[in-house]
Nanobody, 115 residues
Framework: QVQLVESGGGLVQPGGSLRVSCAASRSIFSINAMGWYRQAPGKERELVATITSGGSTNYADFVKGRCTISRDNAKNTVYLQMDSLKPEDTDVYYC?????????WGQGTQVTVSS
């Protein structure tokens, strides 16, 4: 069973920056894609950003220009750097790792943007 451990969430002021990380308990050498999603209470989980095995990235319109997804293969980790944060970015952020034989999710990390 694969475990994904998220870290880096917290409270940040509007306009501030935050980086969340997600480390997998197995190698991401054969991974298809990794990504970040977010979900507010009572709402559906929505895509924030993804990165493929080839390094191609995709961003939701609401974070384009403000977020950067990246990965460190040696650490089996995916990152989401978030800048110019807005109160509406407040959500629980979940990482997703998709291998050929299955998709796994992190436990979620709370990001709160408030003054």
């Amino acid at each position: 069973q694969v475990q994904l451990v998220e870290s880096g969430g917290g409270l940040v002021q509007p306009g501030g920056s935050l980086r969340v990380s997600c480390a997998a308990s197995r190698s991401i050498f054969s991974i298809n894609a990794m990504g970040w999603y977010r979900q507010a209470p009572g709402k559906e989980r929505e895509l924030v950003a993804t990165i493929t095995s080839g390094g191609s990235t995709n961003y939701a319109d609401f974070v384009k220009g403000r977020c950067t997804i990246s990965r460190d293969n040696a650490k089996n980790t995916v990152y989401l750097q978030m800048d110019s944060l807005k109160p509406e970015d407040t959500d629980v952020y979940y990482c997703m790792f998709r291998w050929p034989l299955g998709t796994y999710w992190g436990q979620g990390t709370q990001v709160t943007v408030s003054s």
